[in-house]
C-alpha cells in the first residue's frame, strides 16, 4: 500500500519545481525504462528485500532533499535544475520499488490463497491512491509538504520491507502453515547475497583445511 501510494503521488508530483508540468512529467517518465533494466540485473542478485528496501530508502532521501530544497532555496534556473534531477532520480527509485514489489507480494503469499492475496493487496493499494491528490494538494498550504509526507512515507515503507523474509533461493510457502513458519529465523538484516557470501567464505575455509590436513598426513607419512 505505501508502495503504490508513493508510486502514484510521485508520478503526478509535477507541478511547483519550476518548469512547465508536461515538461516535468516526461522528464520523469525517462526513469521508468533503466528502472525496469536495474530490476532484471539485479532482482535475481542481491534478492527482493534488498531490492525492495534499497530503492524504497534511494527514494525517500531524494525526495526529502527535494522538500527541503523547495523551503531554503529561492527559485533560480539552477535551483530548478537540481529539483528536476532529484525528483527523476526519486521517482527512479519509487519504480524500482513498485515493480520489485509486485514480484515480492506474490512470492511472501502461499500458494493456496495467492490469488485472493495478490488481489487484495492490488485492490487496497489503489484504494490508497486515492490518497495521492490530497497529498500533493498540501502544497497550497505549504509548499515542500507533499515531498516531506513522500519522503516519510518512502523511508517508513524501506523500514517495514527489513522486516519481511527474504524469498530469493527459497522454497516458498505452499499451505498457510507454510506461510505461517516462512522466515521465522529471519532478521532484518538478513539478505540473500550477504549469506551466499558468507556460506562461500565458510565454504573456503573448510576447503583450506582438507588441503591443510591433507599435505600434514602426507608428509608424515614419507
Known amino acids: 500500500m505505501v508502495i503504490t501510494l508513493c508510486y502514484d503521488a510521485v508520478s503526478r508530483n509535477v507541478q511547483g519545481l519550476g518548469i512547465s508540468p508536461f515538461v516535468m512529467f516526461s522528464l520523469s517518465a525517462t526513469a521508468i525504462l533503466p528502472a525496469c533494466l536495474l530490476i532484471i540485473a539485479l532482482q535475481d542478485r542481491i534478492g527482493r528485500k534488498a531490492m525492495a528496501s534499497a530503492s524504497l530508502l534511494l527514494s525517500g532521501i531524494f525526495i526529502s532533499v527535494t522538500g ?35 514480484q515480492y507480494a506474490t512470492e511472501l503469499i502461499p500458494t493456496c490463497v495467492r490469488g485472493q492475496g495478490v488481489a487484495a493487496v492490488h485492490v487496497a493499494g489503489y484504494a490508497f491512491t486515492f490518497c495521492s491528490a490530497y497529498i500533493l494538494f498540501t502544497r497550497s498550504v505549504f509548499s515542500p509538504l507533499p515531498e516531506i509526507i513522500l519522503g516519510v512515507l518512502s523511508l517508513l515503507g524501506a523500514c517495514l520491507c527489513l522486516l519481511l523474509p527474504e524469498t530469493l533461493h527459497r522454497t516458498l510457502p505452499t499451505s498457510l502453515e507454510d506461510g505461517e513458519d516462512f522466515g521465522k529465523n529471519d532478521r532484518w538484516y538478513t539478505f540473500t547475497f550477504l549469506d551466499r557470501r558468507t556460506q562461500s567464505a565458510a565454504t573456503l575455509d573448510t576447503q583450506n583445511v582438507k588441503m591443510y590436513s591433507q599435505s600434514t598426513e602426507s608428509a608424515v607419512y614419507f
Open 68 to 102: 527541503g530544497i523547495i523551503f531554503a532555496a529561492s527559485a533560480s534556473d539552477k535551483t530548478t535544475t537540481l529539483l528536476v534531477s532529484l525528483s527523476v532520480v526519486g521517482r527512479f527509485g519509487v519504480t524500482v520499488a513498485y515493480n520489485s514489489g509486485a
